[in-house]
């Protein structure tokens, strides 16, 4: 059985999902598309043989797509899910689920009256493979109890719209959603620490660091340095009652010369994480289990929300979730 997939959003990652569901996810075709940028959406959709649509609701309509992929701003997500809901069609929604909480939250009540887990969350890191073999050992017991987490988030720089906001809803959130994940625990306080910036940084407070809470007293660190100038580099380590588990930078082969060692790094992303994005978008389209869920893409948001807090006043700020409602995939 083929899934058609409808893209709304064209643009880096959504053009970069198009390739990838076109070329390499068995069982799936691009049947449409859309992007306020209808030049960008042409370009993209053309070559896979899509329909390119003058509006992202036309995508959802469309009798022809039989799921919905969601690439378009974040600020634009909670709605188009939404439709995606109402019209009873899987999706797929990069992060964020949505730029508020609350508006987070309205998406998880609407799926859970649904009756359906329709919902997806692009958080790739889950389907990662070094992320996944930190998971297996944490549920192992291979460490004993988790104590501290530390994590870094490097990119060698930023656009120049980059904002110390976007360091959190962007980068950060990640870093969110994998601690929450990897230790099976909500995270319930956030402290955005005042650190010396880079004189390269433009403006932005770059680095962050940002202390998170879980209700179990784990303390996760997050170093987030979007102009590190030297790579894009992704590391985490979970320390034990009884020993440490690190997902590194994966190797590439180094080289010893000269009286010295030296190891590439991925340029992005996009480098990092492609064979994550792969194999996410391979288990949606096969509709396996697994994946973050609208409940997690709200927790996450929520998370991001209190670190905006503390970015803005420099005093610890709680979350609070609300009640799951009944019917909500966890």
């Known amino acids: ?37 209808r030049e960008r ?26 799921a919905v992929l969601i690439a378009s701003p974040g600020d634009l997500h909670a709605e188009q899910v939404l439709a995606c809901l109402a019209a009873g069609k899987p999706v797929l929604c990069e992060k964020p689920l949505a730029t508020t909480a609350e508006s987070a939250l309205k998406v998880v009540e609407a799926e859970a009256a649904h009756g359906r887990s329709l919902v997806r969350v692009g958080f790739m890191r889950r389907h990662d493979f070094g992320y996944r073999q930190v998971k297996a050992v944490l549920d192992g017991g291979g460490i004993g109890e988790p104590l501290l987490m530390h994590c870094v988030h490097r990119n060698a720089s930023a656009p120049s719209w980059f904002t110390s906001e976007m360091s959190l809803t962007d980068s950060v959130v990640h870093e969110i959603d994998a601690a929450r994940w990897l ?12 650190v010396k910036s880079s004189p390269l940084a433009g403006g932005l407070r770059d680095p962050q660091i940002v202390i998170l809470e879980t209700a179990g007293g784990v303390v996760i660190e997050v170093e987030s340095f979007v102009n590190c100038q030297y790579g894009y580099e992704v590391r985490c380590e979970v320390v034990g009652s009884t020993g440490t588990v690190s997902l590194d930078t994966p190797s590439t082969g180094a080289v010893t010369r000269s009286g010295g060692r030296t190891q590439p790094l991925p340029d992005d992303w996009r480098t990092r994480f492609g064979q994550a994005y792969l194999d996410e978008l391979q288990a949606w389209v096969d509709g396996r289990p697994g994946g973050a869920t609208a409940w997690d893409g709200y927790a996450a948001t929520a998370v991001a929300e209190a670190c905006l807090r ?8 709680t979350v609070a979730l609300a009640d799951a409602p009944t019917g909500s995939p966890q």
């Open 310 to 317: 503390s970015l803005a006043t420099g005093a610890r700020s």
């Open 1 to 37: 059985m083929t899934v058609k997939v409808g893209v709304i959003g064209t643009g880096s990652i959504g053009a970069e999902h198009v390739r990838r569901l076109a070329q390499q996810v068995s069982g799936a075709e691009v049947t449409a598309v859309f992007d306020v940028d």
């Open 41 to 66: 959406a042409i370009e993209v959709g053309a070559p896979v043989g899509a329909a390119v649509h003058f509006a992202a609701h036309d995508v959802i309509d469309d009798p022809a797509v039989d």
């Open 183 to 194: 230790l099976g625990a909500e995270i319930v306080a956030a402290t955005v620490v005042a």
